[in-house]
């Protein structure tokens, strides 16, 4: 599970490099750069949570077998056996 949690590190990364773009440009008024970075500030603070969630849940989890029955336990023993056979 912690891929997940790599991917949500880069897109905030990438996030933030926008962010920086747009307050280093000139030629935008404020208001114009305040319209531009709000959605990409909620959109981070978004998948800052579920980062923080999925970690909750790894940290959690980490020591309990998850049953079979579970669909999600399913699929996280398969990729955990997929990934120690390589």
Do not use: W
């Not at 020591?63 to 699929?75: A, F, Q, R, S, V």
């Amino acid at each position: 599970m912690k891929k997940a949690q790599d991917f949500i590190d880069l897109a905030i990364i990438e996030i933030t490099t926008e962010v920086k773009e747009i307050l280093s440009k000139n030629s935008m008024s404020l208001p114009e750069k305040d319209s531009l970075i709000l959605p990409l500030v909620q959109q981070k603070r978004i998948l800052k949570q579920a980062k923080s969630d999925l970690d909750f849940m790894d940290n959690k989890y980490a020591n309990l077998e998850i049953g079979k029955t579970c669909k999600m336990g399913n699929i996280r023993i398969e990729n955990e056996t997929h990934e120690q056979c390589k």
